[in-house]
């Protein structure tokens, strides 16, 4: 064979070993695309099942540092702000813009509160689709901002955040209907867990909905974690 026709017994052989969420996830992201339509949240947000952890959040990750928004770092690159963030800069290639929208250079304690409540709010309004809404930045931002909303002192004490909850409800209700089952690995490992987390950090019918996803994550560490816990 020849030509296209080379690459079928390939192609089979591939098709087989995937999952078979895995193949409808291929399937669909042929028919429809990669772009994905946020949702949006109809009602009150959610509200929090506690204003503090038991114990202190993890710091954030050494890879992502921001002093003041006019530069934030991440992954050995910057992106130098004048004015207001540019949330669709893609100069520095897909990871950057990833990273970006993960929001974890927000959680670097050098950030002032009120250039970090400033930040949530550009990326709301200024940022109603593309790369921050693919599941990927949602689920880790999910983390990054319900951190951010039960550290004591990350944002103003007189910041409303009614708005920020509203928005995660949103990126979660996206979340949950985009889920990365094309790739399955640590990408839906991550949309897995990020859903289970916002369902625990809150409560409501919205919550209940999200913690149902709980069966599906258990399965998943099953299917990647060994007994030997490797």
Not at 38 to 60: H, I, K, M, V, Y
Not at 65 to 93: K, M, Q, T
Not at 166 to 175: F, I, K, N, P, W
Not at 177 to 196: C, D, F, K, Q
Request: with cysteine; proline share 6%; glycine share 8%.
């Amino acid at each position: 064979m020849t030509g296209g026709g080379a690459r079928i017994p390939t192609l089979l052989r591939t098709l087989w070993y995937l999952r078979r969420e895995q193949l409808v996830g291929q399937a669909r992201l042929a028919l429809f695309g990669r772009e994905v339509k946020p949702r949006r949240w109809a009602g009150e947000p959610p509200r929090a099942a506690f204003e503090a952890p038991l114990a202190p959040w993890l710091p954030a990750p050494a890879h992502a540092r921001c002093a003041s928004a006019s530069r934030i770092a991440l992954v050995n690159r910057a992106l130098e702000n004048v004015g207001a963030i540019d949330w669709n800069f893609s100069g520095h290639g897909p990871l950057f813009a990833y990273h970006l929208h993960q929001f974890d250079w927000a959680r670097d304690p050098r950030l002032a509160s009120a250039e970090r409540l400033a930040a949530l709010e550009s990326w709301i309004a200024g940022h109603t689709h593309g790369t921050g809404w693919d599941a990927g930045p949602i689920s880790l931002r999910t983390f990054a901002w319900t951190k951010l909303l039960t550290t004591l002192g990350a944002l103003p004490s007189a910041a409303d955040t009614a708005r920020i909850r509203a928005s995660l409800a949103d990126q979660v209700e996206t979340l949950a209907a985009s889920l990365e089952t094309h790739l399955l690995g640590n990408h839906y490992l991550w949309n897995l867990l990020a859903l289970v987390f916002a369902g625990a950090a809150h409560t409501g019918a919205a919550a209940d909905r999200w913690l149902a996803f709980a069966p599906r994550l258990a399965t998943e560490l099953d299917e990647q974690i060994f007994a030997s816990g490797l």
